[in-house]
């Protein structure tokens, strides 16, 4: 039988920033429409139809991983993977809720278009 993981299995062990960083990014993209949280083994998915972000939450920080249709050229991308011709997935190191911009949401609104 599979064990089921909650949502606030992942926060155990962490600072409390991060569950204050993943409450604001988690209203913010709710901004954008119907958002499911999905939790996995190591990692929180974020649906629209499909998936369009990933959250991995640290000890004290969130890494963010999430597709678009198009490259971006930011100093905030920590790793860019192209997947396929049309498909970029990104990650982004959030340290605090500040992060969570117009820029960001923007990049997380494409995310969860290309999602729908």
């Known amino acids: 039988m599979a064990i089921q993981i909650s949502i606030n299995d992942h926060f155990e062990g962490?600072?409390?920033?991060?569950?204050?960083?993943?409450?604001r990014l988690l209203g913010s993209v709710r901004e954008?429409?119907?958002?499911?949280?999905?939790?996995?083994k190591g990692s929180?998915?974020?649906d629209h139809k499909s998936g369009f972000a990933g959250?991995?939450?640290?000890?004290?920080?969130?890494?963010?991983?999430?597709r678009t249709d198009y490259p971006i050229d930011s100093s905030r991308i920590q790793k860019q993977q192209q997947l396929?011709?049309?498909?970029?997935?990104?990650?982004?190191?959030?340290?605090?809720?500040?992060?969570?911009?117009?820029?960001?949401?923007?990049?997380?609104?494409?995310?969860?278009?290309?999602?729908?």
């Open 55 to 66: 959250v991995y939450l640290r000890k004290n920080y969130i890494l963010l991983h999430f």
């Open 84 to 116: 396929s011709a049309r498909r970029f997935k990104h990650t982004v190191r959030l340290d605090s809720g500040k992060q969570i911009d117009q820029e960001l949401l923007s990049w997380l609104k494409d995310a969860y278009l290309l999602a729908g």
């Open 14 to 23: 962490k600072d409390e920033r991060v569950r204050v960083i993943y409450e």
């Open 44 to 46: 929180i998915h974020l």
């Open 32 to 40: 954008f429409g119907h958002v499911h949280e999905a939790p996995k």
